[in-house]
């Protein structure tokens, strides 16, 4: 699943995205909804179209991103309200807010608001992240629940630019405790979640520790499961254009574990 953070793989175009068999995109609800904004994609008739993307597209919720601009972020019960890294404005992402951008983009499948923190992170801190998070998750699966039957709160401007219903993907947050990540998956079960993205890897952790926590849960009940790993997303995006900016004589071949999965397990 490339890298379309913005709209657009860098330095690829679609035709040589679907040459190499992309059936799938990952956007960034933050970066969009802050340039070029939700009805700039809207009037282009979602962010399909407006990417010449025909091809499947994910957004995550823009939580990681509130971590990394930690400074520029006040996150609260009700949301997080941040400072644009644009141009200073205040903006405010909510739970709901979160998941009506991402309707109204017309994405096939969608995130919700969560909380993130850095390695390492006490257990207590851990622990309130992970709550905030799960409380997030059900205000996000009622506000979904709800447009997806057409209950959207401004038809003119705010409509699903996708007519087929998204996925929805609940966050597991839990810190580096196994114990409260697999209370998340739980908890997410309970609510009605069956899929799941990890939050909080590659954020400073030993490689060996984020491949403890991928591994420790009982994905047999899971029906979807996405792995998040931004720190091997990042090479996969920059190096390929590290490399096409200058003149070289060697060939490079990435290791397959730079690029982003979805592995999909359902339940039997």
């Known amino acids: 699943m490339p890298v379309a953070t913005q709209a657009s793989v860098k330095a690829v175009g679609g035709d040589d995205l679907e040459a190499v068999g992309a059936k799938m995109l990952l956007a ?16 282009a008739g979602g962010l399909g179209n407006f990417m010449n993307w025909k091809g499947g597209i994910l957004t995550d919720s823009g939580g990681f991103q509130v971590m990394s601009l930690a400074h520029l972020a006040k996150i609260g019960e009700e949301g997080v309200t941040f ?67 057409g209950e959207f709160p401004n038809p003119q401007t705010l409509k699903p630019s996708n007519p087929q219903t998204p996925m929805l993907f609940g966050i597991i947050q839990g810190g580096f ?7 998340a998956v ?9 899929a ?4 909080g890897l590659s954020v400073g952790e030993p490689k060996e520790l984020t491949w403890d ?13 996405v792995g998040i790993f931004p720190a091997l997303i990042r090479n996969a995006l920059v190096i390929p254009v590290k490399i096409t900016r200058a003149p070289i004589s060697a060939i490079f071949i990435m290791p397959a574990s730079f690029f982003f999965t979805v592995c999909f397990l359902y339940t039997t």
């Open 28 to 43: 960034n609800t933050y970066h969009l909804v802050l340039r070029p904004g939700i009805e700039t994609i809207q009037m």
């Open 83 to 149: 400072r644009s890294h644009i141009d200073g404005s205040l903006e405010c992402f909510t739970p709901e807010s979160v998941i009506e951008a991402q309707m109204a983009f017309g994405v096939d499948a969608m995130s919700c608001l969560d909380v993130c923190k850095k390695y390492p992170v006490e257990q207590s801190e851990a622990r309130g992240a992970l709550e905030l998070t799960l409380r997030w998750a059900k205000r996000s699966k009622e506000k979904f629940e709800s447009l997806r039957v």
């Open 196 to 199: 799941f993205a990890y939050g």
């Open 177 to 183: 405790d196994k114990n409260l990540r697999q209370e």
């Open 213 to 225: 926590i991928v591994c420790l849960l009982g994905m047999s009940k899971l029906e979807v499961s």
């Open 186 to 194: 739980e908890r997410m079960l309970e609510m009605g979640f069956r």
